[in-house]
C-alpha cells in the first residue's frame, strides 16, 4: 500500500510538506490545523525518514495500551531515547517503576499540597506587587522547579543552575534533525553536568540520609532489590524534567487558553468545583507534551497496516486529544467536558497510557489545581499584554517562551494569610 493510498485526499509530498511545517517555528503558536490535516487524512502516515506517525485518538490509543510498542534504543534513531526507565522495556521497565513507586506514592504528592499552597501564594504575592511580569518566569518555571528541587533534596542556591539544565536537556529531547550543533552539545553538557552533581548528591545520602526523596530513593529495597547508582541518576534525571518541564507547559498553555476564553475562566468562579475536570481538559486542550516516540518490539497491525518489528511511530497526542470521533467540538475549550457525569468523555492522552502513564501526573495536576483555586479565592486578574506570545523552539515539550501580564487583585489583604473578616 502507497502512501497516497493509505492517506486519501493527501499525496506523500503534501503529507511531507504538513510534517516540515509542524517542525517551523511560524506554526509553533498553532499547530492544530496542520494536526487537522493530517488526522483528517489517515490515522498513519510515513515520513521521509522511516519513522510513521500516528494521528488518530483509537490508534494513538492502540499504541500506548500495547506493550509491544516500546523503545529499541537504537542510537542512529530520529528520536533519542535515555537512561531512566522511561525509555526502557519490560521487564526492567516493571522493576525499576515499582521500585520508585514504593516512594513517590500518592500519598507522599497528597501530603505536598500545604507546601504547594504556600508556595502559590509567595509566587502570586510577588506577582501582585510587580503588576507587569512575565507568567513564565515569575510562576510557571518556579512553581514546579522548587517543589522539585526540594522534593530531590537539592539546595535552594543550585535552583537556577538546575533550571538552565532542565532547559537544555528538555530540548534535546526532540528529534536530532531539528538540532543545532550548539543545542545537542548544550543537551549533552547539562546531561553531564546533571549527572556529576547528582551523582555527589546520591552519595552523600547513601552515607548520611535526610528527609529527601533522593534518600528514599537510595534506601528503597523490595526484596533484596534496589537502585543501582546509574538507575537512580536517571530516576533523577526523569524527575527533574518529566516532573518539571511538563508541568510548566501545563501552567502556561492552560493559563493562555483560560486568559484568552474569559467565559470560561468565568464558569471556574462560578463554579469552583470544576477546578479538577477544568484542568484535565485544558491538558486535553493543549498539551504540554505534544508527540512521544515508540518502537515496534515485533511485527505489529496498526490501523489496518502490519508494520514491522523495528518500526518507528510518533504518536501524536496533540492531535488525538483533538480528534472529533473521540471529543466532540474538539477545538473549543469546555472546563466542564470531563465533569459530566452522563457520557463521559474518553481520557485524553496529555499523560500517556498504559506501562507509561506518567509517573507524576498526579503531582502535576496537584500544582495546577492549587494555583487555579487560589488565583480564584484570591480575585486575582491576570490580563494578556501581547495577542502572540513567544514560544519555545521545542516540539515535543511545547509551550510558551514567556507570556507578559499584567497582574491585578481585586481584595486589598493578602487573602493566604489575612481573611476578610479579620482585614483591617
Known sequence: MTLSQHSPGLDAEAVTRILLDLFSPQHRADPYPLFTQLREAGPLHETPLGVWVVT???????????????????????????DSFLFMNPPEH???????????????????????????????????????TDLITALAYPLPMTIVCELLGVPAADYPVFHT????IARGLDPEFLLSPEEKTGRDESTAAFYEYFRDLARARREHPAADLI????????????????????????LLNAGHETSVNLI??????????????????????????????????????????????????????????DTGVAVLLAAANRDPAAYPDPDRLDVTRFHRRQSPPPRHLAFSLGVHFCLGAGLALL???????????REITLDLRTDQPDYKPNVILRGPESLPVSVRQRCPWNAGTVTPSTAN
Open 215 to 238: 534518600s528514599a530513593l537510595a534506601a528503597v529495597d523490595e526484596n533484596g532489590d534496589g537502585l543501582t547508582d546509574t538507575e537512580l541518576l536517571g530516576t533523577g534525571n526523569l
Open 252 to 309: 502556561g498553555n492552560g493559563l493562555l487558553a483560560l486568559l484568552r476564553r474569559p467565559d470560561q475562566l468565568a464558569a471556574l468562579h462560578a463554579d469552583p468545583d470544576l477546578i479538577p475536570s477544568a484542568v484535565q481538559e485544558l491538558l486535553r486542550f493543549d498539551a504540554p507534551i505534544q508527540l512521544i516516540p515508540r518502537d515496534a518490539l515485533t511485527d505489529l497491525e496498526l490501523a489496518d497496516r502490519i508494520l514491522p518489528a
Open 94 to 132: 516493571t522493576r525499576l517503576r515499582s521500585l520508585v513507586s514504593r516512594t513517590f506514592t500518592p500519598r507522599m504528592i497528597t501530603g505536598l499540597a500545604p507546601r504547594i499552597e504556600q508556595l502559590v501564594d509567595e509566587l502570586l504575592d510577588a506577582m501582585v506587587d510587580a503588576g507587569d
Open 367 to 377: 500544582e495546577m489545581e492549587i494555583l487555579l483555586r487560589r488565583l480564584i479565592e
Open 56 to 82: 488518530r485518538h483509537a490508534a494513538c490509543t492502540a499504541v500506548l495500551q500495547n506493550p509491544s510498542w516500546g523503545h529499541n534504543q537504537t542510537p542512529d534513531g530520529a528520536f533519542r531515547g535515555g
Open 165 to 168: 539544565w532542565s532547559i537544555a
